[in-house]
């Protein structure tokens, strides 16, 4: 089975059109590698993916939310359609195994690169939304990125969360340590653990220190709170 085939069948739609589907897939790198024609790649479907996913989600939120304010559902939102939230929701469907990249970037990292997940992510949506409509654009946001609001929520605060879990519970200190540091300076990744009372409990990667410690918290949470950290960590922290 081809690649495009395969990630059709992840993403549950069929293309009309697979040609938009491998324009979503194709970084800028890969393009001017491979000599293609201008704007073949993936940067104009981002661009309108990003309009579709805006006003989608902004849509459910007041729907589904009638008691909030603006002020409310416009931090939300920020929330949904930021880089990490996006590059989070991308990796649950292995997008990056499924990009094309020139060599360049494919050597430093760019597959599990935040900024390459979430506007290849974007540029799906596009694609999508040019293929099948708003409805089919609709349906892949609200199974993808809107389905799961609360475990998204948890993992963008998973640092302040992890921090209100200890202290609520006396579990000690937290702290987070720098486990490798490696690549160019002007592509570093980092490994962080997160230790409470000394004892290294998730880990994390990341192309920044913040980012690394973000995951590594989030994995501590899933660890300590045994599963239950959807409507408990919610629940105790107003989410």
Known sequence: MDTLQEFQQ??????????????????????????????????????????VLEIISSEFLYKEHPDWSEGEMSKMRASIVCEPTLAFCSRQIDLGNYLLLGKGEEMTGGRQRDS????????VMGAIYLDGGFASVEDFIHRFILKDLDHMQLFIDSKTILQEIVQGENMGELTYELVEESGPDHNKSYVMDACIEGVRKGRGRGHTKKAAEQE???QTILMVTGGK???????????
């Open 216 to 218: 590594a918290a989030y």
């Open 116 to 123: 390459v997940l979430s506007d290849a992510l974007e540029a």
């Open 10 to 51: 992840v993403i549950g739609y069929q293309f009309h059109e697979e040609g938009l589907l491998h324009q979503a897939l194709t970084h800028s790198s890969y393009a001017n590698e491979h000599h293609m024609k201008k704007l073949c790649n993936n940067e104009r479907l981002e661009f309108l993916g990003d309009a």
């Open 229 to 239: 950290y959807v409507s408990e960590v919610n629940r105790d922290t107003g989410i």
